[in-house]
């Protein structure tokens, strides 16, 4: 059975900061780009950052740079998303996703259930 579980949401000031983890199981893993992406009801969902299967890459939107950091640890099956210099505007419920892509244009993806963020001004 596929499971991404996030913790680490919670309620901050702004300026603080929190650490997430996405703990993955029934899937291997160490083969699958893992990423953070983000959704309000005013903007949807919004990619955050992202990182390849041996960790060596790691992309992030604008909104993260500077700020955020992904990590992952293929022993433990888990990826971590730091946020620093937390905003009001980074007030989100974060997902971890899976994806690896299988070949013909077709990706395999697999959702967490989400973590609530919220940035108190």
């Known amino acids: 059975q596929v499971q991404l579980v996030e913790s680490g949401g919670g309620l901050v000031q702004a300026g603080g900061s929190l650490r997430l983890s996405c703990a993955a199981s029934?899937?291997?893993?160490?083969?699958?780009?893992m990423y953070w992406v983000r959704h309000t009801p005013e903007k949807g969902f919004e990619w955050v950052l992202n990182?390849?299967?041996?960790?060596?890459?790691?992309y992030y939107s604008d909104s993260a740079k500077g700020r955020f950091t992904i990590s992952r640890d293929n022993a433990k099956n888990a990826v971590y998303l730091q946020m620093n210099s937390l905003k009001p505007e980074d007030t989100a419920v974060y997902y971890c996703?899976?994806?690896?892509?299988?070949?013909?244009?077709?990706?395999?993806?697999?959702w967490g259930q989400g973590t609530q963020v919220t940035v108190s001004s």
């Open positions: 990182i390849s299967p041996d960790g060596g890459t790691t």
């Open positions: 996703a899976a994806t690896l892509d299988v070949g013909l244009g077709v990706q395999q993806r697999y």
């Open positions: 029934g899937f291997p893993f160490s083969n699958y780009w």
